[in-house]
């Protein structure tokens, strides 16, 4: 299968600052990539969908100038977490379906960063 | 509006047990079905999937699930368990040329040696 790479896997920040969480396509091309939260012992909550050479869409209830979305190429979108708080410390996951390939339809994950906040 | 539901939060077996896992969906359109596991500190991967043709869905680690229309249902089965089937089970579903993944809240399975 397709392979999702995502960095970094955890880091710790300090409370108002930003982080940047990138997320890679390895061997394919990503038009759309999807950015999911973990709180603990609960689901994966989807965040945005980002979109390449566009403007991502963010679901109900996500503060869109506080987790900035880009995605400048077909291989590469960052998740920014700006003015970071400790409210904000989670497991944060993307994904990528290659929607040009045989397996159209499967989602692909990165292994997630583990966000901690103090 | 577009859901999937597991109905166990908590399962926990011996080893050897049979290991059935309930998963409904609401979703307009052409539906597809997965079932993803995460292992304790692992990245989820892909257990199984159904896109169309033969209801029963055979995947990876002796898992199959059974899509079942009219009960809106894909259930996850495994015969006998193992130890180290211990991991969270989700199941997920999106549509045929639509973009988002839709996940249930999870099973934490425990198995007992």
């Known amino acids: 299968g397709a392979v999702v790479s995502q960095h970094p896997s955890w880091v710790i920040c300090k409370s108002g600052t930003s982080v940047k969480i990138e997320c890679r396509s390895l061997?394919?091309?990503?038009?759309?990539m999807f950015w999911y939260r973990q709180f603990p012992k609960q689901s994966l909550m989807l965040m945005a969908t980002?979109?390449?050479?566009?403007?991502?869409?963010?679901e109900q209830g996500v503060e869109k100038d506080k987790f900035l979305i880009n995605h400048a190429s077909l291989t590469l979108s960052t998740l920014t977490v700006t003015s970071a708080h400790p409210e904000d410390s989670s497991f944060y996951i993307c994904?990528?379906?290659?929607?040009?390939?045989?397996?159209?339809?499967?989602?692909?994950f990165g292994q997630g960063t583990r966000l901690t906040v103090v | 509006a577009q859901s999937v539901s597991q109905h166990n939060h908590h399962v926990i077996l011996s080893e050897a047990a049979s290991l059935e896992l309930g998963c409904n969906y609401s979703?307009?359109?052409?539906?597809?079905l997965f079932w993803y596991v995460q292992y304790p500190g692992q990245h989820l991967q892909l257990l199984l999937k159904?896109?169309?043709?033969?209801?029963l869905v055979k995947g990876i680690k002796g898992f199959e699930a059974e899509f079942i229309k009219s009960k809106f249902s894909f259930n996850l089965r495994k015969p006998s368990v193992q130890w180290s089937d211990t991991a969270e089970y989700f199941c997920?579903?999106?549509?045929?040329?639509?973009?988002?993944?839709?996940f249930g809240a999870g099973t934490r399975l425990f198995v007992k040696a």
């Open positions: 997920a579903a999106n549509s045929r040329g639509g973009f988002k993944t839709i």
């Open positions: 979703y307009g359109g052409t539906v597809n």
């Open positions: 061997d394919f091309q990503a038009t759309t």
């Open positions: 980002s979109n390449e050479g566009s403007k991502a869409t963010y």
């Open positions: 994904s990528a379906r290659n929607l040009g390939g045989a397996e159209s339809t499967e989602a692909f």
């Open positions: 159904y896109f169309s043709g033969d209801p």
